[in-house]
């Protein structure tokens, strides 16, 4: 068990090393996104934007931020807790996370690939009594 605790926090710190990330234990990386995002539906119709997106690791969790216009917005961790079942998304291709609220089963969840820096993410919103899923992609540059 310790093994495979350890084998798994190697595994993260060298795909945060990836992306410039290997010392960043409570220091924020930011990227700044170049990103698009729709409804499935088209209503209501959404901007591109800029956004930053805000990536921390903390003992062995990590914790996104996205940082920009209203229906971007979102906080994503890997952390579990009574409220919120979080996962850990990363692999040898991509970094991120996606978290679930327990009591709703809405989904928020973000993907960096590390070769692209291509960033996809989507997030449940509720519209006029209904959740749809906001989802946008975009290229990420560090800020």
Known sequence: ????LICKHTALMLALGLLGLSGAWAETFKLRCEVDGKFPESVPKVAPAQVTVELQL???H???KVVGPKYYEMRVSTLET???KGVNLNSDSRIGARRQERSTQLETEIVIERGSMELKAHHDVAL??????????GKCRPA
Not at 128 to 137: D, I, L, P, V
């Open 82 to 84: 009574e409220d919120f």
């Open 128 to 137: 006029s009594g209904k959740t749809q899923r906001f989802k946008y992609t």
């Open 1 to 4: 068990m310790v093994t495979r």
């Open 62 to 64: 990590l914790y996104f």
């Open 58 to 60: 903390i003992g062995r």
